[in-house]
């Protein structure tokens, strides 16, 4: 397989991933607003078409490893770690071969789907990798695999589409949603793009394709202007170039990267608030990052003289942290932070985000808290990948990262920090308030579309109108046991406190209470007790 040909089947597969973008994102909301699978595959399969489109390969083999290494960094999410591995499959077979035949795409599958399964610590079935693995079963049998390609794509992406509509019968947690699996889905669209670009038949129109610039080349030159602002717009039907010309009057080192759904846009200005208007006349903003530069400069000449010998870093280990909102990111640098990524539901970091804030960690050992279960595989791939010895401890939520870096040590190895902080973040009590997005029956609790939603330690334990009595519900089962210790963190459309903690304070008066503004979206309440 050629470059051109990479290049247009890859279009293909985003084309038709793009088009059905939201119906995917839509899936996995259970009932907590977390439907993000389809973006996040989108953006994984994007880097991948913008990667090509860069790239001078020759010859399959160099083709192959573009397009490998191109899934890894650029994957989102545990859908796009999981989907890069099932890439790095496909692409392990067809670097070996120049012609690709019925056989090799049957063994492209099996090498894909068994990539699949090896990323996956615990797999589980009646997700993506239930449906890649009967893919390549199908593609296996032997009247399939003789068939030319075309015809096999049809029957694997017919027999993906049964799989996709069982995965429910495996899963509990879809069926009680009812739905299918979003992964599987995304990946049942991917394949489908790929068949009609091998077939040559038109695919449905999709969005419009976004400025093909990679967000790795920000900071390449110096600005005159004062602040970096970086956010994501999300609407329908964004105009990419649009945004872009208004933005180039009031900054420079302007990227707009995404799709008619979703942009990524970074800038430098002297006036934010101009930036994000111009954004939010267009649709939602989220995930938005001010730093000044000139402030910046002078912070990371003072760090580079008291912190290092010889051009050497003289911290053992430092802290890399994903964590949504700005409350929580002033929260985790006071705590000694080294780097804080913006991220959590809906808008995962990247491996190379990830990558690049550990190489820029000045210490000689790092631990990475990815604070969201989808972040994880993310975290441990930069691992991989990233100049210096890194360390993963598993958090899966806010409230558990800030109680991993209570145990944070700079001074101590790696190891010794990633023992103490895994003990801490196991021993806390976590739980949460949001908004449900459906009506459903979640762990014996009737849950009504809107209303108020208690969860801790991820079961639901109350729903209803009234904040306080199911904000009270959640506080009563995290106190249970006689923990001493209670921690808020608001976020950003969080309802007054007051009443909630005048209850803790009569009912609970032993018990030491502390809130903190975390400005996360979709959970107004996060809460921890230890």
């Known amino acids: 397989m050629n470059l051109d040909r990479a290049r247009e089947i890859a279009r293909a597969a985003l084309h038709n991933l793009e088009t059905n973008r939201r119906r995917i994102d839509d899936l996995n909301v259970y009932p907590v607003p977390d439907g993000d699978t389809g973006t996040n595959l989108t953006l994984t399969v994007r880097a991948i078409v913008e990667a090509l489109d860069r790239s001078s390969a020759d010859g399959h083999e160099a083709v192959a490893r573009e397009l490998s290494r191109a899934a890894l960094m650029g994957a989102r999410g545990n859908s796009g770690v999981i989907f890069s591995q099932i890439v790095r499959g496909f692409a392990d077979v067809l670097a070996e071969q120049d012609e690709i035949d019925g056989p090799v795409v049957a063994r492209a599958f099996r090498s894909a789907s068994d990539a699949a399964y090896r990323a996956v610590r615990r797999p589980v079935e009646g997700t993506m990798l239930t449906v890649i693995r009967e893919m390549a079963e199908e593609a296996e049998l032997p009247e399939v695999r003789s068939l030319p390609k075309d015809e096999l794509l049809a029957r694997v992406v017919a027999h993906g589409e049964d799989a996709l509509r069982r995965t429910p019968e495996m899963l509990p947690v879809l069926a009680e949603a009812g739905v299918v699996d979003a992964g599987g889905a995304g990946l049942v669209e991917i394949i489908r793009g790929l068949r009609a670009a091998v077939a040559g038949e038109e695919l449905p129109d999709a969005p419009a394709a976004g400025v093909e610039l990679s967000l790795d ?284 903690l005048e209850r803790i304070g009569t009912r609970h008066p032993e018990v030491e209470v502390e809130t903190h503004e975390g400005g996360q979206p979709h959970y107004p309440l996060l809460l921890s007790a230890e």
């Not at 430098?268 to 400069?297: C, F």
């Not at 809906?346 to 820029?360: E, G, K, L, Q």
């Not at 103490?420 to 579309?449: K, N, P, W, Y």
Request: hydrophobic content about 45%; overall charge negative.
């Open 217 to 500: 080349a920000v900071h390449r030159e110096l600005s005159r202007y004062r602040y970096c602002t970086v956010f994501v717009v999300e609407g329908e039907e964004l105009d990419a170039g649009s945004l872009e010309r208004e933005l180039e009057r009031i900054g420079d080192s302007l990227l707009v990267v995404g799709d008619a759904t979703a942009l990524k846009v970074h800038v430098h200005s002297d006036d934010p608030g101009a930036v994000l208007t111009l954004a939010t006349q267009r649709g939602e903003v989220e995930g938005v990052e001010i730093a000044n530069m000139h402030r910046q400069t002078v912070e990371r000449g003072e760090r580079l003289a008291a912190g290092s010998v010889n051009g050497l870093p003289t911290l053992e280990t430092g802290v890399v942290v994903v964590a949504p909102g700005e409350g929580n990111r002033r929260l985790f640098e006071s705590m000694r932070a080294a780097r804080v990524i913006e991220g959590g539901q809906t808008m995962n970091p990247s491996t190379a985000d990830i990558v690049a804030a550990v190489d820029a960690t000045p210490a000689t050992e790092v631990i990475v808290l990815p604070n969201n279960k989808n972040v994880i595989l993310s975290a441990e791939q930069a691992a991989a990948l990233a100049g210096k010895p890194v360390r993963v401890v598993p958090t899966c939520s806010v409230q558990a990262g800030l109680a991993a870096m209570v145990a944070y040590d700079p001074e101590r190895s790696a190891a010794e920090n990633e023992e103490t902080m895994r003990d801490a973040q196991a021993a806390i009590a976590a739980g949460e308030v949001t908004v449900a997005s459906r009506d459903v029956e979640l762990d014996g609790v009737d849950v009504r579309r809107g209303a108020w939603l208690g969860l801790a330690d991820g079961a639901a334990v109350a729903s209803g109108d009234d904040f306080v009595e199911v904000a009270w519900a959640v506080v009563e089962r995290l106190l249970d046991g006689g923990r001493g210790l209670l921690t808020l963190l608001t976020g950003a459309d969080a309802p007054p406190l007051a009443d909630l």
